[in-house]
């Protein structure tokens, strides 16, 4: 097994620094730049047929060049966050992707032109019909929309604005570092770090931790908060300009699902509170305390926990994707030897983890920090499973890869299911057992509770946002009400600086990134009961559902493919109680 540091000189080499970079930059500049001449040359008539092909293929050609070169900067970014001159490379991606969102909306905005008499002849085109549902989305989009010259002014005028106040929480995290004594030493923790003490083995180690992380993130507060302000503002002020009055329109039609799926699977995660409240109490007294911290949820439950190397890691997810999927198995084999993977433990780099694609090198790279915990080996098999997703789609033409962020949070998880299961089925002790039934029950809190704080939390800021700016002091009692509501006050502390610490909040691209992770967690709960009853003939439906992600709503991918209604609460409340029927097993084991 290869150092666990990835490979970007395949795709570009020289790094910040590379030429070949520069130069695809470049062309996919001057790309954009001449499909947005022609679509402002156009005229205010309706385009002929010819015409039509014509942008539909600069664009797609366009938005592949995006992705490429997005991805790439995002990681240079990650893995090294004082790398000054990718931070150059990301105002420049940013305003490449303000010049491809003029041109998209005035594409959008042709298309609305054609009559419906027209559009239906040009769209029963053969080679359109694998683009047929985006082209028709945009269409209809375009229609709720400002004029395009408007929507094109809010596109350039966000890349120093809106984008970047997003891009500020990377200076932010840049200045915090903890320090830590280390064999009498004291080092400076990077944010990354130090978030993987926060669910160390040892009590005392992620006491110590969750009061420096709280008060590091404290002093970072106001600038966190000079930032949310202005995201939120500035979508509040556009929203109001398009005359919308509801802050989950464009997240919803962005994850092409309706508010009455959302209010279903909402209603059904209140059901799990109780039985997960249950788990959380057993779960305190087996870390000998009366109820847990709000850092003591990710904990795991033995006071020493043996360290899983990278290399053995890699072996437990393969041999684990094996039991559903040859083409599953082969991609992540590919992923390890071809060097996809950073997971170095280091200073400098980003906290978290993520998983990007490269569609035109019909690739993936994923990012994370390992230090051989059992949640790192989730991690690394959630964003497998995103790879997974990414290769599916890559024979698609571009318009059709462009799943929303619900469905392709399906995948992931359901990727860290299969590793889970196969593990709980040899585990070889009550103990073994007992630690694993822990694993699943955290991703249970994680999805039913900590994610449904996140949209309490946000959904109350854009409702105050409205009438003016909020204190860092303001931020952080709506953080903790929203804790406290949606864990059932189960816990005995809380992090109030959350909002502060979360890059979540402050994405530009997708607004409400939270919601569609309890959606992917569910839905592939729903999928892990369907492929454990139809055996090996599923992996095939599976392959097939993840192909249809971007070219249908959430609602019509499962009735065509499972043959359940969404915006019902039948297939939440079923996932639901799958979901948390661990916490009958975790009790039997802590009894016995």
């Known amino acids: 097994m290869t150092k666990p540091v990835w490979n970007l000189e395949s795709l570009f080499a020289g790094g910040s ?8 930059v470049g062309e996919a500049e001057a790309g954009c730049a001449a499909l947005l001449k022609d679509l402002q040359d156009g005229g205010e008539t309706a385009p002929d047929a010819e015409r039509l092909a014509q942008w539909t293929g600069k664009l797609q050609e366009t938005l592949a060049r995006l992705r490429e070169a997005d991805s790439f900067v995002g990681c240079l970014t990650a893995q090294n966050m004082n790398d000054r001159r990718a931070v150059g490379w990301t105002e420049r991606i940013q305003t490449l992707s303000a010049r491809y969102k003029q041109a998209s909306d005035l594409f959008d905005a042709k298309l609305a032109l054609v009559p419906d008499s027209d559009w239906q002849a040009w769209t029963a085109r053969p080679e359109l019909a694998a ?12 229609k709720e929309k400002l004029p395009p010259a408007l929507e094109a002014v809010a596109s350039e005028l966000a890349v120093d604005g809106y984008h970047g106040w997003g891009e500020h929480y990377n200076t932010v995290v840049g200045r915090i570092a903890i320090p830590w004594e280390v064999d009498g030493k004291t080092v400076h923790l990077s944010a990354g770090q130090a978030a993987n003490k926060l669910d160390d083995s040892s009590q005392a180690v992620r006491d110590e931790m969750a009061a420096k992380w709280e008060k590091a993130w404290g002093e970072q507060a106001d600038l966190g908060a000079d930032a949310l302000n202005r995201i939120a503002g500035f979508r509040l002020k556009l929203y109001g300009l398009r005359g919308w009055s509801d802050p989950l329109k464009e997240p919803l039609a962005i994850n092409r699902m309706s508010r009455q799926t959302l209010e279903a699977m909402w209603a059904a995660v209140e059901t799990s509170v109780e039985p997960l409240k249950r788990y959380l109490a057993l779960k305190a007294q087996l870390l000998g305390k009366e109820k847990p911290s709000w850092h003591d949820v990710d904990a795991p439950i033995a006071s020493t926990q043996s360290k899983i190397p990278y290399e053995e890691a890699a072996s437990l997810i393969t041999d684990a994707f094996s039991q559903f999927s040859p083409q599953l198995t082969e991609l992540a084999k590919t992923a390890f030897a071809d060097r996809w993977i950073e997971a ?14 490269f569609p035109i090198g019909r690739q993936s790279r994923i990012f994370m920090t390992y230090s051989g915990t059992p949640g790192n080996v989730s991690t690394l098999a959630h964003e497998l499973g995103h790879a997974y997703h990414a290769r599916l789609v890559q024979e698609l033409p571009p318009l059709a ?7 392709a949070e399906t995948a992931s998880t359901f990727a860290e299911a299969i590793v889970s299961d196969a593990l709980l089925r040899r585990a070889g002790s009550d103990e073994e057992k007992l630690a694993l039934l822990d694993e699943r029950l955290t991703r249970a809190v994680a999805f039913c509770m900590n994610i449904r704080a996140r949209f309490l939390f946000e959904t109350r800021f854009y409702a105050r946002r409205a009438s003016g700016m909020l204190e860092a002091a303001e931020l952080s009692e709506l953080m903790t009400e929203a ?28 607004p409400f990134y939270n919601f569609p992770y309890t959606f992917g967690y569910l839905f592939s709960t729903g999928l892990a009961a369907v492929a454990e009853r139809e055996g090996a003939s599923f992996a095939g439906r599976y392959d097939a559902l993840l192909r249809d992600t971007a070219v249908m709503t ?25 979901a948390v029927s661990d916490v009958d097993a975790f009790t039997a084991l802590c009894k016995a």
């Not at 620094?17 to 695809?24: E, G, R, Y």
């Not at 683009?131 to 209809?140: A, G, I, S, T």
């Not at 969404?566 to 079923?574: A, M, R, S, T, V």
Request: aromatic share 14%; net charge negative.
């Open 131 to 142: 683009v047929l549902f985006p082209l028709n989305e945009k269409r209809d989009f375009a």
């Open 483 to 510: 804790q406290k509501e949606a864990f059932g006050d189960a816990l005995g502390s809380w992090h109030p600086h959350f909002w502060a610490s979360k890059l979540h909040f402050y994405l530009t691209d997708v």
């Open 344 to 357: 170095e433990d280091r200073p400098g780099k980003r906290p978290g983890g993520f998983c990007t694609s």
């Open 401 to 407: 890869q462009e799943y929303a962020m619900n469905v």
């Open 17 to 24: 620094s590379s030429l070949d970079f520069a130069a695809f």
């Open 554 to 578: 959430v609602e019509e991918l499962a009735s065509r493919h499972l043959g359940v209604r969404l915006d019902e609460p039948g297939f939440w409340n079923d996932a639901v109680a799958r």
